[in-house]
């Protein structure tokens, strides 16, 4: 079992719906990172969190560190917001900040 | 803001030859990792540097893999005598001397091999 686990893998929705990615986690960890990846490669880093709530534009992270479990939120989703988006864990005494990776979900907006 | 630079960002190669890619990290991130992704997978942990001293290295990476960062500043991955099961995006990332920071990513370099 993966130590990070998303869901759904993959998510196509409307122009304009709400969207909400979940992930689980079974290490303790001093950060939870959500990761967003075009079809190009490139790795943009979204979030980093380690408690509560942020907001960025129409992006909303949020983290429970009692359940283990973090939510990525889009709110008025757009075609553009199409894109893998990976959450990822660096587990804590970890000299080296090491990050372990879920699988990512694929989202994809339809006009 | 130059950001974390990788080359070449694609990669065709016969299968048994050499390859070699490159990092550029932040200029002042001391931290450089290198990671790969296979197809429809998340990243994988392959090795970490802090300057130029490479501190951890995953079971990934098998001795045909070999890693440098001689002057602390850029990095280079080599694969030697590849294999098919190699082809994947080889992704680096820097983070600054702090902990718990963010890392930066570069856009990846995509090996495929024939």
């Known amino acids: 079992k993966n130590e990070v686990e998303q869901s759904p893998q993959n998510l196509t929705a409307q122009e304009g719906e709400f969207i909400t990615i979940n992930c689980s986690y079974s290490?303790?960890?001093?950060?939870l990172h959500w990761l967003q990846q075009h079809p190009g490669g490139g790795i943009v880093s979204l979030f980093m969190l380690s408690s509560g709530k942020k907001k960025h534009g129409r992006l909303i992270a949020t983290i429970n560190i009692q359940e283990k479990h973090s939510s990525l939120h889009i709110t008025a989703s757009h075609p553009r917001d199409s894109a893998v988006y990976i959450c990822?864990?660096?587990?804590?005494?970890?000299?080296?900040?090491?990050?372990?990776f879920g699988k990512g979900t694929r989202l994809h907006i339809l006009p | 803001d130059t950001g974390v630079s990788q080359n070449p960002r694609h990669k065709i190669t016969k299968r048994g030859q050499n390859v070699t890619f490159r990092c550029d990290p932040i200029?002042?991130?001391?931290?450089l990792y290198w990671y790969r992704q296979t197809l429809g997978q998340g990243p994988e942990f392959l090795t970490y540097?802090?300057?130029?001293?490479?501190?951890?290295k995953s079971r990934l990476l098998s001795d045909r893999f070999s890693a440098e960062r001689p002057k602390g500043s850029f990095s280079t991955l080599e694969i030697q005598r590849t294999e098919q099961g190699d082809s994947a995006m080889y992704l680096c990332a820097s983070s600054s001397p702090y902990s718990n920071q963010p890392q930066h990513f570069g856009d990846g370099t995509r090996l495929s091999i024939l």
């Open positions: 990822a864990a660096t587990a804590p005494m970890n000299r080296d900040d090491k990050i372990i």
């Open positions: 290490v303790g960890i001093s950060a």
């Open positions: 540097f802090q300057n130029e001293a490479q501190l951890e």
């Open positions: 200029s002042e991130h001391n931290r």
